[in-house]
């Protein structure tokens, strides 16, 4: 939230692990939606 955190490999491929949905989006924070890789808030907004 404030920017300073920063996440090593392992624990953004156990995050990968659970979500593979946001895998794209959790690593750029881009979305690619013509391939399903979205980010949570354009899931819900889209169901």
Same mark, same amino acid.
């Given at each position: 939230?404030?920017?300073?955190?920063?996440?090593?490999?392992?624990?953004? %491929?156990?995050?990968?692990?659970? &979500?593979?949905?946001?895998?794209? &989006?959790?690593? #750029?924070?881009? %979305?690619?939606? %013509? *391939?399903?890789?979205? *980010?949570?808030? #354009?899931?819900?907004? *889209? *169901?």
């Amino acid at each position: 939230m404030n920017k300073r955190a920063r996440l090593s490999m392992n624990e953004v %491929e156990a995050l990968i692990d659970v &979500w593979p949905d946001y895998a794209y &989006w959790l690593v #750029t924070g881009k %979305e690619l939606p %013509e *391939s399903g890789q979205v *980010s949570p808030l #354009t899931k819900k907004a *889209s *169901s």
